[in-house]
């Protein structure tokens, strides 16, 4: 509806069949499918609308990266009038989108669209696409230079991995481990080289409290062939509503690059849903050597709030 008045006319038919209507605005413009598989950005495809009847128009047709777009649209891979200014926006707000929705796992294909303002518009995130051979996912795979035995292999590599990495990450630190874990901790933290001595005393002594009952600080490790390979830990903000810390996250330098740190934060995040969490702070340093922890929490969606110069040592050594 393009007025007030059609809107009405039409709401007021529509609220005859049916006991709830929704309505939403109309984004203009052109019309782009992004498809994920794991963090692998495939090359983007524009739906091409030129060939539509003007009284349809692109508001009129059936939405969708499946099998074929109607008869009077196509599909073009990649997009051949896309602007890398705009590529780059479109993918981000598409993989921010699906973070950590029913998607995530394997592959995320989902429609955006860029209005005249050049703003991108996530319109929707399809967690089950078409996988046939002919279907738009396998269309940017093949300009990616996969065939469709090697998407296939990816989307199931990817989901192996992560159900893999979700029953590592679910091996909390039950009472039967965590009495074994406090040297392997201690050994797993001073390994990172982050750390100075006080700080390694400091892990081990927010386990010690979790051991003594302290539910302030909760511990989640993952383990391979029973040996501790990396953990997490957080606790609720005292004096707050729903607001958590998180303290550490540490990795066997050894097993970094393997999606471990992902696959703990994920399962903190997925606890902190069940505990009613509304946000979670992270602190960390801005030296240097910290320019990869940093880089990791904002690729999974943390942003920075504040920066205070510093705040843990005095800034002409930090």
């Known amino acids: 509806m393009s007025d007030r008045k059609s809107l009405r006319a039409r709401l007021a038919a529509m609220t005859e069949q049916f006991d709830e209507v929704l309505v939403q605005e109309y984004i203009g413009g052109r019309e782009f499918n992004v498809g994920f598989v794991g963090s692998r950005v ?6 091409d609308f030129s060939a539509c009847p003007r009284a349809r128009g692109p508001s009129s047709r059936t939405p969708g990266s499946g099998r074929s777009a109607p008869p009077t649209t196509s599909a073009r891979c990649p997009s051949v009038r896309l602007p890398s200014r705009r590529s780059s926006p479109i993918a981000s707000l598409g993989s921010r989108t699906s973070r950590g929705g029913p998607c995530r796992e394997g592959l995320r294909p989902g429609r955006s669209r860029v209005d005249d303002q050049g703003r991108p518009w996530v319109l929707e995130v399809n967690p089950n696409p078409d996988l046939n051979d002919d279907a738009g996912l396998s269309r940017m795979a093949k300009v990616a230079g996969w065939d469709y035995a090697e998407l296939v292999r990816r989307i199931a590599e990817v989901a192996l991995r992560e159900a893999q ?9 039950a009472p039967s481990r965590r009495s074994r874990a406090r040297a392997p901790l201690e050994r797993l933290t001073a390994a990172t080289g982050l750390f100075r001595p006080d700080e390694v005393a400091m892990a081990v002594e927010l386990l010690d409290d979790a051991l003594a009952g302290d539910d302030d600080y909760r511990f989640l490790g993952a383990y391979a062939d029973d040996r501790l390979v990396g953990y997490a ?5 005292p004096g707050t509503e729903g607001t958590f810390d998180l303290y550490w996250i540490v990795v066997d330098p050894a097993r970094q690059r393997e999606g471990l740190g992902t696959r703990l934060l994920r399962a903190v995040e997925d606890r902190l849903k069940t505990d009613r969490g509304r946000l979670v702070v992270v602190e960390t ?21 504040a920066r205070l110069p510093g705040y843990y040592a005095p800034a002409t050594t930090w």
């Open 285 to 305: 340093s801005s030296r240097t050597d910290y320019a990869p922890t940093r880089a990791f929490y904002e690729r999974r969606g943390y942003t920075q709030a």
């Open 42 to 47: 495939l090359p983007v495809a524009e739906i």
């Open 165 to 173: 990495g979700a029953k590592a990450a679910r091996e909390l630190l």
């Open 233 to 237: 830990c957080w606790g609720p903000t």
